[in-house]
C-alpha cells in the first residue's frame, strides 16, 4: 500500500473517530463524561487537522476554489429565507 493509500485511510478513521466522539460529547449526561468525551474529540480533530495538513503539503487532498457567484447567490438565498 501506498503512503498516499495509507494517509487517506488514516483520514477516514480519524474522520469516523471524530464523528463518535462528538456525539458521546453531545450525548453526555454527567460533566465528567463530556469532558472526557470533549478531550478526546479535540484530539482527535488535532490529528485529523494534521493528517489533511500533511496530504495537502504533499497534493494529496485537493480542493477545488468555491466560485464566488455561487458563494453570493447561497448567501442572497439563506439570507432571505431568514427575513
Same mark, same amino acid.
Not at 478513521?13 to 449526561?29: A, F, N, P
Given at each position: 500500500?501506498?503512503?498516499?493509500?495509507?494517509?487517506?485511510?488514516?483520514?477516514?478513521? *480519524?474522520?469516523?473517530?471524530?464523528?463518535?466522539y462528538?456525539?458521546?460529547?453531545?450525548?453526555?449526561?454527567?460533566?465528567?463524561?463530556?469532558?472526557?468525551?470533549?478531550?478526546?474529540?479535540?484530539?482527535?480533530?488535532? *490529528?485529523?487537522?494534521? *493528517?489533511?495538513?500533511?496530504?495537502?503539503?504533499?497534493?494529496?487532498?485537493?480542493t477545488?476554489?468555491?466560485?464566488?457567484?455561487? *458563494?453570493?447567490?447561497?448567501?442572497?438565498?439563506?439570507?432571505?429565507?431568514?427575513?
Amino acid at each position: 500500500m501506498e503512503d498516499k493509500d495509507l494517509m487517506e485511510s488514516e483520514l477516514l478513521v *480519524i474522520k469516523g473517530v471524530c464523528d463518535l466522539y462528538l456525539h458521546g460529547t453531545i450525548e453526555s449526561t454527567t460533566a465528567e463524561v463530556h469532558c472526557a468525551f470533549k478531550d478526546a474529540l479535540n484530539e482527535s480533530l488535532d *490529528i485529523q487537522n494534521k *493528517i489533511y495538513n500533511l496530504m495537502a503539503e504533499k497534493g494529496w487532498y485537493k480542493t477545488d476554489v468555491a466560485d464566488q457567484t455561487k *458563494i453570493d447567490n447561497a448567501k442572497q438565498k439563506f439570507s432571505s429565507a431568514n427575513a
